[in-house]
Nanobody
Framework: QLKLVESGGGLVQPGGSLRLSCVASGESLDDYTIAWFRQAPGKEREGLSSITPSGGSATDPDSTGDRFFISRDNAKGTVYLRMNSLKSEDTAVYYC?????????????????WGQGTQVTVSS
């Protein structure tokens, strides 16, 4: 059974960068699309970026513009989210999630396996 664990969150100053990691265990990531989501207090969970098994990616420009970049290393069973030029409004819990097959969808309902989340706080 696939399990996902996020790491790399923390406190960062505005304008700073972080790289989040999503590590899989239990199964290979080779056949899964992985996406990153975030949820700020009092707000709905929103999709940020997804990456297919072959490495094709999609990003929601309204959420992050060109500041966030998703990548994957199937050999390491890990998907990354590089976040640059962080702003206070990026403060949230960040989650990775998996769905079988290839899809660019960022809809929450399409993903069946979720990590526990990692907190990102952007503050001076």
């Amino acid at each position: 059974q696939l399990k996902l664990v996020e790491s790399g969150g923390g406190l960062v100053q505005p304008g700073g960068s972080l790289r989040l990691s999503c590590v899989a265990s239990g199964e290979s990531l080779d056949d899964y699309t992985i996406a990153w989501f975030r949820q700020a207090p009092g707000k709905e969970r929103e999709g940020l970026s997804s990456i297919t098994p072959s490495g094709g990616s999609a990003t929601d420009p309204d959420s992050t513009g060109d500041r966030f970049f998703i990548s994957r290393d199937n050999a390491k069973g890990t998907v990354y989210l590089r976040m640059n030029s962080l702003k206070s409004e990026d403060t949230a819990v960040y989650y990775c999630a998996a769905r079988a097959g290839s899809s660019f969808s960022l809809a929450v309902r399409g993903y069946g396996v979720w990590g526990q989340g990692t907190q990102v706080t952007v503050s001076s």
